[in-house]
């Protein structure tokens, strides 16, 4: 797993949202696919996205650009912006994400501070010498 994957809570009742229903109403659980792949690229992206990237949302799912513009567009699942894109709710998580880790450091800076080494380790490195037997190649052995 890639290092900079982040969780986002999900609720688990998000399928029964009355957008969503109105979504699934109109396209399935395609449109429901759909409309998490656009949650997790949001994501990924910072919270927001413009509304240039639609054609590549859609070549990336292997869908009509229109299905993926009416999702953008016709549920009020995202909120729009003049030449963007965001899901409140995303932002809101995010935001959250972001003042914690803040707080993280902040506490890490207050317990560590700048502790710089205390110089050089003492004693050896315990790593001992492998002891494994040579392994003879088939080929090399003599038979009498």
């Not at 969503?20 to 396209?27: A, E, V």
């Not at 899901?87 to 450091?105: C, F, P």
């Amino acid at each position: 797993m890639n290092k900079d994957t982040f969780y986002f809570s999900h609720d688990y009742n998000a399928a029964n949202d009355v957008k969503i229903l109105f979504l699934r109403q109109k396209y399935g659980m395609l449109g429901y696919g759909i409309y998490w792949f656009i949650v997790e690229s949001l994501a990924q992206s910072g919270g927001e996205l413009p509304y240039k990237i639609i054609p590549v949302l859609a070549m990336q799912m292997q869908v009509e650009e229109s299905l993926v513009t009416s999702i953008v567009k016709d549920f009020n699942l995202f909120v729009s912006r003049e030449t963007t894109f965001v899901s409140e709710r995303l932002l809101h998580h995010l935001s959250i994400r972001k003042s914690m880790s803040d707080k993280g450091k902040v506490n890490a800076q207050k317990r560590w501070g700048y502790r710089k080494p205390n110089g050089l380790p003492n004693g050896e490195a315990n790593a001992k010498e492998s002891k494994v037997k040579e392994i003879i190649p088939v080929n090399r052995l003599v038979i009498e």
